[in-house]
């Protein structure tokens, strides 16, 4: 299967053509993204399926379950798009559209799944039949190298336009948990849980010497001191700590039908006239 990192992936190449909001705003978001988005999931399905059989596009859920355990998860996105929060919606709005149409209307499996991030979505499905077909994952999300331990599944990059591939997976993914992930606002095992969201404030440094001195602790079991930090951050990042419901509500969605396809009645409704020479490709 191929598995696509939805909004990750649009917002890539819509910034990719339109490096700001508000030039995204000023040229008609709604057709602007339809018609990127489209475009993408025939990319992909072209370059994969041939290989790795159906699309299965992953959506992000609102009310992550990670905030029950992190609080701060992702509010430093919130401060960064508050800038040009009027643009920011109007964009929002049309990806909500378009994800209702495509729904709608392409055969594809489109799975959202409630309180739950397309990352969860990915590494279920990869955990679960990484043993009965070959997976591709469609991201530039570099925490999906983790899931690169399993047999049969590959990694690709939109913005590198190739397959990312990791030799130690497993010490990928420790290094991940130590350093935290600035993106989604959790900091390094050292520093303060708020560090991001309050102003000024900065991470303690994390030296290679002091990467090493953690490893060791850890590797030894030695590591009291900063187990707790530690343990946050691993239920955070580590694909493996997605709770049993939620792995649960994501297998059930999974299984549910694949849509019927009502591409040409959807392609003329939106007056999608330069898709129809491609019609077949979708």
């Known amino acids: 299967m191929i598995l696509i990192d939805n909004t990750q992936i649009l917002l890539s190449s819509i910034f990719t053509q339109y490096p700001t909001p508000q030039q995204i705003v000023e040229n008609d978001p709604l057709n602007l993204i339809r018609h ?7 990319m992909y ?22 905030k029950d355990i992190f609080p701060f998860y992702k509010q430093n996105r919130k401060k960064v798009q508050e800038e040009n929060q009027e643009y920011w919606n109007k964009i929002f709005d049309s990806l909500h559209t378009i994800r209702t149409e495509v729904s709608e209307n392409l055969p594809y499996k489109n799975m959202k799944v409630d309180r739950c991030e397309a990352d969860d979505i990915i590494a279920v499905l990869v955990q679960e039949y990484h043993d009965k077909e070959k997976i591709i994952i469609v991201s530039n ?10 047999p049969n599944v590959s990694l690709y990059s939109s913005q590198k336009k190739s397959n990312i591939y990791c030799e130690n997976p497993d010490a990928f993914l420790m290094e991940q948990v130590i350093r935290g992930d600035s993106s989604d606002g959790i900091p390094n095992i050292l520093s303060d849980e708020d560090t991001f969201v309050v102003d000024g404030k900065r991470q303690k440094p994390m030296t290679q010497k002091k990467m090493e001195e953690i490893r060791s602790k850890l ?6 001191d900063i187990s707790k930090r530690y343990e946050i951050n691993q239920k ?10 939620y792995r649960s509500n994501i297998i059930s ?3 549910k039908p694949t849509p019927k396809s009502n591409v040409f009645n959807y392609f003329v409704q939106k007056k999608l006239n330069n898709l129809m020479d491609v019609i077949s490709e979708f």
């Open 141 to 150: 999300d570099k925490d999906f190298q983790q899931l690169l331990k399993y």
């Open 36 to 42: 990127i988005t489209l475009n993408t999931y025939r």
């Open 236 to 245: 955070l990042i580590d694909l493996t700590y997605i709770p049993v419901e």
């Open 45 to 66: 399905k072209n370059m994969f399926s041939a290989d790795y059989g159906q699309l299965v596009i992953c959506q992000d859920s609102g009310n992550y379950w990670r």
């Open 253 to 255: 969605e999974f299984n």
């Open 219 to 224: 590797e030894s079991q030695n590591h009291s």
